[in-house]
């Protein structure tokens, strides 16, 4: 699978995935190039594969143990050679609990922020964002990747949660 990032302001081609492992390894790829500070954005429908893409970056980035969702803990800290905050915000209802929990300080700590579900988020994001894109396909997924800046998130479309996605 090429994972070579496209130009910066677009989202790359997108990559088949066979299956589950195809996805975590995708996961693994995406890693070997992280450094620290660096926020992904990941967006895709239920199902389409976001925790095994996550389990396959934290294994990516050294991180042992067992990676799962943090659907009802919000956030997981994991360490490995970098430090992974892994957000799932899909049952986050407010802008304001979202900063209680420390978002913010996750952005500043010079770990690698990971949020599924993340268009609660927007309002706060800065600078530019590795989105990844999963999305479901006749047989297995695929998987856009790309730099953007957080002001041009509106025109890949992420929307604010009231807004929906639209694809």
Same mark, same amino acid.
């Given at each position: ?7 910066? +302001? ?7 995935? !066979?299956?589950?492992? !195809? @996805?975590?390894? /995708? ?12 926020? #992904?954005?990941? =967006? +895709?429908?239920?199902? /389409?594969?976001?925790?095994?893409? !996550? ?6 980035? +050294?991180?042992?143990?067992?990676? @799962?969702?943090? @659907? ?6 994991? *360490?490995?050679?970098?430090?992974? $905050? $892994? ?13 209680? #929990? ?5 952005? =500043?700590?010079? /770990?690698? *922020? ?20 999963? =999305? ?9 990747? +790309? ?6 998130? /509106?025109?890949?479309? &992420?929307? $604010?949660?009231?807004?929906? &996605?639209?694809?």
């Amino acid at each position: 699978m090429d994972l070579r990032p496209p130009a910066m +302001g677009l989202l790359g081609e997108a990559q088949p995935l !066979a299956d589950l492992e !195809a @996805t975590r390894a /995708a996961g693994r790829q995406l890693a070997a190039g992280l450094r620290g500070g660096e926020l #992904i954005l990941l =967006e +895709g429908p239920l199902g /389409a594969g976001k925790t095994s893409l !996550a389990q396959g970056l934290a294994a990516g980035l +050294g991180v042992t143990g067992a990676v @799962t969702s943090p @659907t009802f803990a919000l956030c997981n800290r994991l *360490v490995g050679r970098l430090e992974l $905050h $892994h957000y799932d915000l899909y049952r986050l209802e407010s802008l304001l609990r979202l900063q209680q #929990i420390g978002f913010e300080d996750s952005l =500043e700590s010079g /770990a690698v *922020v990971l949020v599924e579900w993340p268009t609660l988020a927007l309002p706060l994001l800065r600078g530019s964002c590795l989105v990844v894109r999963l =999305e479901h396909a006749d047989a297995g997924r695929r998987l856009r990747w +790309g730099w953007l800046e957080a002001a041009q998130l /509106a025109a890949q479309g &992420f929307r $604010h949660p009231d807004e929906g &996605f639209e694809d």
